[in-house]
DNA sequence: GCGGATCAG
DNA sequence: ATGGCTGATCCGC
């Protein structure tokens, strides 16, 4: 009888997650059970337990009655396969995968440091979302009800979650990440795929100073206040002693560490970074080393295919713990069986899975980051009390379809697929959907038919639903207002915007689109050498600049390129260390805050070097604050440099020794600092598409400034949400030929 | 198109 | 006593 002792496969704890090595699972899995045999929930994974050795056992039949030909001839069709994967091996891209650490814990923590050493996890006693490290060690870990981990760690600290913090300093992490690849792909709050590809090209034109990031002062001013009782008395002599900046190299190593400097020092969490050709090795690297770490997969063929040899498959992105059941009782436990077994899998599997594994198993994915794409499904569901009284589930279900509604309102979808989703008392989940020819967006219409879904699922359950879930979703869905968008026809939309803007309101675009030159974080410097920078210790008070924190345009990069040797130094810091704010332009440097600063050199950008013309200030103001966020770069530069097109007389086109014009832009470049290579480099992302992806993605950005103010945090700020082209995500072994 | 199942975060 | 929520995908029918 394969009873009590074999179920504990989906009872057991899931070591698969970092700080987790070498527990006494014996000792912690014990404690699990005790705590959970008899339940109701226990008895549902019994259930499902017998229901994955159902299908082991249908695969083995299946591949017993196999004869030697067919399997003969399913390594050969595997060997096609494979040469076909190696010949679309592309290992040219650098993509980086950065994961912040125990994400929710570490937010709680640095806002109650007192909970660091403390073993703490985020959510409620009902459910964990995630933990720190510290009760990592106790077996404590996301997706564990709070009242098992107090089991297993009595003293764990439970903090309630805080979604709008988690929120604000994701936003936070995401304008760091769009520096690098504004088509940077975010898979969560906490974690994101870069192509630093192009990054890495640029960069090699950086000076050392654009390679070089402030230390946040704030951060320096807290440490020192744990330790010394007079802050003021040594704050500026030890900031001053103290080095200020750090700077790093041209590699993608150098490229990830800066990242997560760059990321401690504006929210003071940690973050690791995996370096690799293609996602799937991003993806693993980033886990190798976390904590606080980075791992680089070289971009050797060999030295990749050894990597992936003895990864256990269950760190694979689309491999959870069903999958890697099924796969183990094909004694496939490590991607290199993959490929030792794979007549099993051909013989098992549908050819979209094998491709899957096949690919897996010789560190072959995707290497290009999906743009981004319409939410597909919208829904919302939640857990109750036990509940059997018709009329109180219709209660809840009408406060669902409210719920629904207003979510579909601020995602602007209407849907044609209406989803009821039910959760018995025993964990029995079902689902019920109806669709309709017409979509529906009303809350009435939802309600109408999901009660009639819920009707029907009653009725299956002969009159006796006891309930401790409901959920409704939507599907099919359609935007709500105005025609059907298709990119191309957003995309030229924006255009028509950004013509128009130039034209009509060439002052209004010009300071648009210049503002993100300078924020509040940039401050401007004499020195040449970040790493001995001198100054007055001056203050900027944050309020003042609060929408425009960290809307961050790197001028230095923009000097390498261009030639002109600035005074910026680049920080993401809240504090401001020197109140010396100095237009890069005509060198003025007598302004008496960066407002001031930033409209001068709008003007001064214009060819206009005056600071009168304070009428605009409303409006404009409103602009340069507005239009912001994940806007890059790149998009920054663009428009910088069809301002100084317009207007050749700018001091910026002006430098000497130049050798080389680019025929797009104008600008010149320096032959003593440029090769040719790199200026065709140049030429090529001015004609470059990805400069058109970087507008198309501007879009609500670019629409605020063009039409309404504010909101920039709610809406403008949200990066949507990409994926990889390659779809692991749920990816399932399901099929089988039975 | 529907329902169940898996996966991620 | 207490076992989440959202979105996506795949498979079989
Ligand atoms: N089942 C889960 C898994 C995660 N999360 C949330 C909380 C996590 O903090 C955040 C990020 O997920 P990660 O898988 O990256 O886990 P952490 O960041 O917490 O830890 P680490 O990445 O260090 O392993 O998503 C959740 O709500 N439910
Ligand atoms: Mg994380």
Do not use: W
């Not at 969490?269 to 980033?286: D, F, R, Y």
């Not at 560190?363 to 319409?374: D, I, K, Q, T, Y």
């Not at 009707?455 to 935007?479: C, D, T």
């Not at 001198?534 to 929408?547: A, I, M, R, T």
């Amino acid at each position: 009888m394969p009873g009590t002792s074999s179920v504990t496969s989906r009872m057991a704890l899931n070591d698969n997650k970092a700080g987790m090595e070498g527990l006494d699972k014996e000792k912690i899995n014990k404690i699990i059970m005790e705590n959970t045999i008899g339940s109701r929930y226990y008895k549902n994974e019994v259930k499902r337990e017998a229901h994955v050795r159902e299908r082991i056992k249908k695969m083995k039949e299946r591949l017993q009655s196999c004869t030697s030909e067919q399997k003969e001839n399913a390594i050969y069709k595997a060997d096609a396969m494979i040469a076909e994967i190696e010949k679309g091996r592309d290992l040219t891209r650098t993509i980086i995968h950065i994961d912040m650490d125990a994400f929710y814990a570490s937010v709680e923590e640095r806002d109650k440091p007192e909970l660091k050493k403390k073993p703490m996890a985020v959510g409620g006693m009902n459910m964990l979302s995630t933990s720190n490290y510290v009760a990592r060690r106790y077996g404590v870990r996301a997706a564990m009800p709070g009242f098992i981990a107090k089991k297993l760690c009595p003293d764990l600290v439970i903090v309630p979650l805080n979604f709008s913090k988690y929120k604000e300093v994701s936003k936070e992490v995401q304008k760091i990440f769009a520096y690098y690849d504004p088509n940077f792909s975010a898979m969560s709050l906490d974690e994101a795929y870069m192509d630093v590809t192009e990054h890495l090209q640029d960069r090699l034109l950086y000076s050392k100073k654009t390679r070089s990031f402030a230390y946040n002062v704030e951060n320096m001013y807290k440490r020192s206040s744990n330790q010394t009782e007079d802050i003021q008395q040594h704050s500026s002599d030890e900031l001053m002693a103290e080095k200020r900046f750090k700077s790093f190299g041209f590699t993608a190593a150098d490229v990830a560490e800066e990242i997560r400097f760059r990321i401690h020092q504006k929210t003071r969490l940690t973050a690791s970074a995996g370096v690799g050709p293609n996602t799937l090795l991003a993806k693993i690297a980033s886990d190798f080393n976390k904590p606080n770490g980075q791992t680089i997969i070289s971009s050797l063929r060999d030295e990749v295919i050894n990597f992936m040899a003895n990864l256990p498959i269950r760190k694979v992105n689309g491999i959870g713990k069903v999958s890697e059941q099924l796969l183990s009782s094909l004694d496939i436990k490590y991607c290199k069986d993959l490929l030792k077994n794979r007549s099993s899998l051909m013989l098992l599997f549908s050819p979209v899975s094998c491709s899957f594994f096949l690919r897996t198993a010789l560190g072959c994915s995707s290497n290009r980051l999906e743009a981004e794409s319409e939410r597909k499904s919208i829904s919302t569901e939640r857990t109750f009390n036990a509940c059997s009284c018709l009329d109180e589930q219709l209660e809840k279900l009408k406060e669902l379809c409210q719920t629904l509604s207003n979510d579909m309102k601020k995602a602007n979808v209407q849907g044609k697929t209406i989803t009821l989703k039910t959760k018995t008392v025993d964990f029995e989940l079902h689902t019920r959907s109806r669709s309709t020819l017409i979509p529906v967006s009303s809350v009435e219409e939802l309600f109408e038919i999901s009660h009639d879904l819920l009707k029907q699922e009653v009725a299956l359950s002969n009159n006796n639903l006891s309930l401790r879930l409901m959920g409704i979703g939507l599907s099919k869905l359609e935007p709500i207002s105005g025609t059907t968008q298709t990119s191309i026809k957003k995309f030229f939309g924006k255009i028509d915007n950004i013509g128009l803007k130039h034209k009509a309101t060439e002052q209004l675009a010009v300071c648009g689109s210049s503002h993100s030159l300078f924020e509040k974080n940039n401050i401007v410097e004499e020195l040449d050498d970040p790493d001995e920078v001198d100054d007055k210790g001056g203050h900027c008070n944050p309020d003042e600049l609060d929408v425009l924190s960290d809307d961050r345009f790197n001028l230095n990069l923009f000097n390498d390129k261009f030639g002109y040797n600035g005074h910026q130094v680049n920080t993401d810091s809240e504090l401001v260390l020197d109140t010396t704010l100095l237009c890069p332009v005509c060198g003025r440097n007598d302004f008496e805050n960066l407002q001031y600063l930033n409209e001068h050199l709008d003007l001064c950008l214009c060819g206009k070097n005056s600071i009168t013309q304070n009428e605009k200030n409303g409006n404009h103001k409103e602009i340069a604050l507005t239009s912001k966020s994940v806007s890059t770069a790149a998009v920054d530069e663009e428009s910088y440099l069809s301002a100084i097109e317009a207007n050749k007389t700018s001091d910026i086109s002006d430098t000497v020794g130049v050798d080389f014009t680019c025929p797009i832009c104008s600008v010149k470049f320096n032959a003593s600092q440029t090769t040719l290579k790199y200026f065709n480099t140049h030429v090529d992302s001015c004609l470059n598409r990805k400069v058109i992806k970087n507008i198309l993605q501007t879009d609500s950005k670019m629409s605020i400034v063009s039409t309404t103010k504010a909101k920039a945090s709610k809406d403008g700020g949200k990066p949507k949400k990409r994926r990889k082209i390659d779809s692991c995500k749920g990816h399932t072994i399901d099929k089988f030929f039975s």
